[in-house]
């Protein structure tokens, strides 16, 4: 069944099985008591499907590439035209050099009068130029509706594993810059010879746990997440102590999902540029809710009067997320950053996906 399946999936062997459906079609729709025989119900049938067959590569492989694709309109006009008639005058020459002599005298009287017209005559008649392109061409239309349809998937499918390369890019450089600063925080405490040193292993061990196997959806649940954000904010109260004042509140009312560490990273630059240069007592206000909707979080932090500030360089962290957003969330997402003398302060809405 497998290779059965790979034959099948083989481009050759699918457009053989599409002109054998145009061919029964062909032959199966209509009424066989107008003909005298099988064999001429087939011949009327084999010279379409001949003349559909040559225009439908002509134009796949020829004006379509060469003259619609590159811009060239009035030239691919002019040219499907001349194919056309090029056809019409084949189908012509065939009706009226073998296939009407043959099968005249099984011909209805109205059927007989045309077929005794002058080549020239049948050839001029427009109506049934129209008519006949028509047929020549829906076999062509088809095979472009299906060429259409497989280059959209394939580049939604290109599009799809790019979005995922660059998002696994943006991670892996974000889990680096954590674990440097956790295990600052880590080597500060070892250096001080801290008896909470083994309380900060087990966290950052339960943190690594989840960013390297637990949090490679793309999509997770937002518990699993306020839970890392849990332990990244004790780590930090033991590396801070009494110079910071944290304020956590969960206001979630449903497992929401939410793509992972976002949150975390708005988190880490509270910490790095509002306590870690700070003298005095720093504060730092989080607040996340969420319903079936939307998920919200805020965070507001105080700003170092003597922290040194370069607008042309942005934390490698921020820029991750703001990229991971736009990738994630498209227009589903709203991000406010506000920074005032003293605070401050991001607020981050997200529609549940």
Known sequence: MKSFKTYINKSEIRHVLFWIGIFLYFTLSVNIDNYNSYLQLVESSAIFIVLQIITAYTCLYYLVPNFLNKGKTSLFILWLIILLLIMYTLYILYRSYYYDSKYFEFYSPIVQYYAKQPFLERLLNFSVFLSKSIKFLTPTALLLMFRFYKNQQNYLKLNEQKKIAELTALKNQLNPHFLFNTLNNLYALAIKKSDQTPEVIEKLSDILDYMLHRCNSKFVSIQKEIELIENYIALEKIRYGNRVRISFKNNSTSDSKIAPLLLLTFIENAFKHGVSQELKEAFISITISSDKNHIV?????????????????????????????????????????????????????????
């Open 297 to 353: 979080f805020t965070i507001e932090n105080s700003k170092s009067a003597i922290s040194v500030h370069n607008k042309d360089q942005q934390c490698i962290g921020l820029n991750n997320v703001q990229k991971q957003l736009g990738l994630l969330y498209g227009d589903d997402y709203s991000l406010d950053i506000k920074e005032e003398s003293n605070t401050y302060s991001v607020h981050l809405i997200l529609k549940v996906k």
